[in-house]
């Protein structure tokens, strides 16, 4: 278990977490987080409360939006949202490129790159919520308010 602390994506996300607030820590999960599904069921909690990090492409731009693990996010309300015509999923390699995460691993903060970050307004109705923390079987337990105040994410109405 301890090796995944040793990883440079774990490093990378646990650095922005200790700057943010000193007492937030890594779970190193038994069994992997790859889905929300296997997180809900790893963590033994709601599949709402995993948060999922979806990367898309806008045009030329990337972003990331913060979903709930129980919903889908609205292609349409995304582009409503963003003001843009093209919007669709980054693939698996712009995901590594653009954030520095494999998908499955792909956390809420440490990205290579600075992105904008929305967020599914649907977590607040969570005490906690569990993001990916840059590795399939890590995640990293937070509030709703902290997460939008570490991501600088906006909150949004962009699910199905």
Known sequence: MSELFKKDTVIRVEKCLKKFKSDLKIIALETTARTAKDAANSLKCELGAIVKSLVFKAENEFLICLIAGDKRCSLNKLKK???????SMANANEVK???GFSIGGVSPIGHLNKLDIIIDKSLSRFEYIY?????PDCVFKINY??????TNGLEKEIIE
Not at 81 to 87: F, Q, R, S
Not at 131 to 135: E, L
């Open 97 to 99: 490129e653009i954030t």
């Open 81 to 87: 949202t963003l003001n843009k015509k093209d919007v």
């Open 145 to 150: 308010v902290d997460l939008i105040n570490l």
């Open 131 to 135: 993001g990916a923390a840059g590795h």
